[in-house]
């Protein structure tokens, strides 16, 4: 089950397109976290990781906080994606501090609570 799931993530990341913001090149959702994923790229860049592994932060990252999104948008709640989601970048990244995600994480298991994403 938590291969099909991986799988569908992968896929749905694969054929996402993505625009540039303010934030970060490549990035739709980024503002959701209000700076907090810009700050740590700006570390991961500091850092001197390759392109690939910038990218690949990009990528999962917004994807996260477009789950959330989501999540609010339709009144359901996407935890079980969104858990699986921030705990691979954690993995992936185990340097940095994702603290954050905590906060989105509540956001996406309660998703019919007065809450409204920064569009």
């Known amino acids: 089950m938590v291969y099909i799931i991986l799988g569908v993530i992968i896929f749905l990341l694969m054929i996402n397109t993505k625009n540039n913001t303010d934030e970060v090149v490549n990035t739709k959702h980024f503002h959701l976290s209000h ?21 690949r932060f990009i990528s999962l990252e917004d994807r996260f906080l477009q789950i959330e999104k989501v999540s609010i948008l339709e009144g359901k709640t996407y935890i079980g994606q969104a858990t699986l989601l921030s705990n691979m970048i954690k993995d992936l ?24 994403p920064s569009t």
């Open 93 to 116: 990244y185990p340097k940095y501090k994702f603290s954050y995600h905590t906060t989105h994480l509540k956001r996406i298991s309660e998703p019919d609570k007065d809450q409204t």
């Open 35 to 55: 700076g907090a994923s810009k700050e740590v790229y700006l570390k991961m860049v500091e850092d001197g990781l390759s392109e690939q592994e910038l990218k």
